[in-house]
């Protein structure tokens, strides 16, 4: 594993996002891709928060997000915990993309314990790992509000996903606020619990996002960049249905006609294309393409 | 000699059950009574009987005359004891000798001036005959062909039977004569089975997809449903099936006008004998569809036997008259239980069914479609439940393009029909003869064997498309027809692929 660094306040390399905080942090110590944090953009950064004990739901709302996200080129900012916190930097990982933990404890004290396996992962692929605490201490009940105002000035925007109207979620929305970054959230039933913070701050002003490509409209404008979502490798045949079917073909003899396929092999490849993700039908047989995108061709 | 007795038959369902006609006559006052529980067309015999045999130049005797159907216990309907009752009273009175009726059944209607004519299921009277080791039977001169086809289809002990064709009761003056008439089977030329039936698939242009869909139910024997708009092509797609099938075997043929010669319709399939095709109007009746009143009559679905059963706007039919479609589908035939009896229809079809996409015909997706979301459901709905198990195989179509209509015809059947005859052979010889459309859990198991891709591809359409156990095996059922349509052994990806495009979409 690569050394602890250091940055001081006042020093060059450390971040200037930090300096809009009503009391900076006066030393960050650090683990992992230094770069990525003396360099960092905070407008090319999002900060993703939630709770921690949330649903499926929460948890692939947030790992999708991120991954999308981490996919146009932004740095997913989150802080580890269990639940969407780390869902967010699986995400992240997952799309190859890169990622920033802050931690309430010393760079070094991996918390929670059962998150070795991600801490590894995210210093292996390239993200970083920051605290303000010195290394070895051990994480207090209250470093953790403390560290949250870091994971809000890091970014430009700071988008929840699922929480309770009284948690740590609130807090970092409440510093994102503060620091007149963007606040953006993703709205849930009104009776649900875990959609009381959400809606809360929907309802006195944030931005309502359903997806990625929302957040991407609010943090680099709108149609700056789109989320693709590209699918599996198409060979010739199946590159070809699918542009007949992106061509307006809507059922299986259309196919069959505009790509000059037998119905024997049209309907092979639709079928295919159903597995891989990119068309679907419904129980009248009616074909629909989904957001997945053919993969970019490599060397053209 | 006061007293004669003479057998016939009677028709229970579609099988012959013989009847021993006993006529009595003694000293009394004139009277004519039939006994053995005789329905109202055996009791006005009486009528037809004495005016034939006073018209054919016979004396009707001025007696007390009893005529007994035996069994007694023994529901006996319809006119076709005429001809017994008449041959017996005239042995009675010696005006025929009684020794030329041993060992002959008669069965016909008499018209008033003593015309014999033909009736209902003299196919299976004659099966029955051969059966029972009776020597001759007679019959009215246009039943004689059809008496003579168990000869012809199926030989044994059809052959050693006589047939006495007859115009007129006077006829039977010549029975054990050396002028008996006798239908000479040498002479007549055994029914044709046609080559193909229905329209020709060459019509359907421009609808790969369905031309598809069409081969693998035939193939495999799936049950089909077509999915589309008013004028895509749905009926005549249908239509276009029977010519897809292998032609009957003489066994079918035999099946198909065992069933025709008892609903009094053999001669219309004598002429060139296909595959049935029967498309039911949806209003049509549980009892219509399945079989049923009283007597028990054959319905719709054993009418269709070995041939196309064509259920058009699916979701118009009676939701009682579709659930009863389960048993035949299932057992391939139909059982009607009534208290003194129980009947079975043979009901072996291809079950094809059209539907719209929903009420008003112009589908969801259209601007003017105003049917609410919850119709369309329901409308579909109607299509799982009884059919479920049974219909393996979907397809959705549209209405062709201009272009595409006026294009090359397609393939015709012919060219299909042979790769669905080699199709059905390698099936038949792998499972017994069991069609891969009538395959269960257990026989899947054991006749599809995947290759390692088609069992990858097949989890995938588990997982990815959400299939039911049920739909899993719908699925493995058209892969094993597509792969032996492609003359393999193994199922393989491609073929999984195939079945996959073509399953029952959103249905559990």
Redesign the interface.
Known sequence: MSEIWELRRGEPGYPPALEELERPPERLWGLGERELVTELDPGRAVTIVGARRVGEHGRDLAESIASDLADAGLVVVSGMAYGCDSAAHEGALAAGGETIAVLAGGPDVVYPRSKRSLYRRILAGGGAVVSERPPGTPPERWAFPARNRIMAALSCLTLVVEARAASGTRITADEAIKLGREVAAVPGSVTSGLAELPNQLIRDGAALVRDAQDVLDLVLGVGVATVERAGPPLDEELAAVLAALDGGAASLDALALATGLSGESASVALARLELMGYVTTDELGTIARTSLRPPAEHNS | MASASVRTFTLLGIEAREVVVEVDVTQGLPSFSVVGLPDAAVRESRERVRAAITNSGFTFPQQRITASLAPANLRKGGPGFDLAIAAALLACRHELDPSALAGVALAGELALDGTVRSVPGVLAMAERAAELGIEKIVVATESAPEAALPAHLNGGSAKDLRIVPVHRLADLRMLGMAAEPGYDFAAAPRPTLAATAGRDLADLR????????LELAAAGGHGLLI?GPPGAGKSLAARCLPSLLPPLTDAEALEVLRIASACGRADASLASLQRPFRAPHHTVSTAGLIGGSTPPRPGEVTLAHRGVLFLDELGEFRRDALEGLRQPLEDGEVTITRAAYTVRFPSRFLLVAASN?CPCGR???HPECECPPGA?RRY?GRISGALADRIDL?????Q??GE?LSGEPGEPSVAVRARVIAARERAAERQGGIPNGELDAAALRRYVRLTRAGRQ?LA??YR??GLSGRGHDRVLRVART?ADLADSDLVDA?H???????R????R
């Open positions: 421009g609808q790969p997809a369905l031309r598809r869909a999915l996409p589908g969801p997706t369309v579909q979907a397809v959705t179509v549209e062709p393009a595409a591809e995938r359409g990815a498309l597509i491609d999984v692929a195939g079945a996959l495009a073509m029952r979409k959103g249905m």
